[in-house]
């Protein structure tokens, strides 16, 4: 798995590319946690790319949005694949995310 960090209009966006589960899962949180230590509250996870998450890959999302909520923070999820967007539904966090089509509607929607 690889994570990519950029910023958009004050947006942190980390684009996941890859699976997302037991042995790739510390990387997202490391990108998380790098962010979030520089000060970032708002976040949009571009899982174009993703193509595979697992529970322990939603947990880490899930911890996200704790530590999020903890600060007034935000986090939208752009452009899940079928598959992923599946995954989101059977687990109920379809419910608990912002999900949008593309990464402009996922930022606009926290700006």
Request: aromatic share 0%; net charge negative; charged share 30%.
């Given at each position: 798995m690889k994570v990519h960090s950029s910023?958009?209009?004050g947006v942190t966006?980390?684009?996941l590319e890859g699976r997302l589960e037991t042995n790739t899962a510390e990387i997202y949180d490391t990108a998380f946690?790098?962010?979030h230590a520089n000060g970032?509250?708002?976040y949009v996870l571009?899982?174009?790319s993703l193509t595979y998450?697992?529970?322990i890959g939603l947990r880490s999302i899930l911890q996200s949005l704790k530590r999020l909520s903890?600060?007034?923070g935000d986090l939208a999820i752009a452009a899940p694949a079928p598959m992923i967007m599946e995954i989101f539904?059977?687990?109920g966090f379809k419910s608990l995310l912002s999900i949008h089509p593309d990464r402009t509607a996922a930022v606009a929607a926290l700006v």
């Open positions: 910023e958009e209009h966006i980390l684009s946690e790098a962010a970032a509250t708002k571009d899982c174009g998450i697992s529970s903890a600060c007034d539904e059977i687990s």
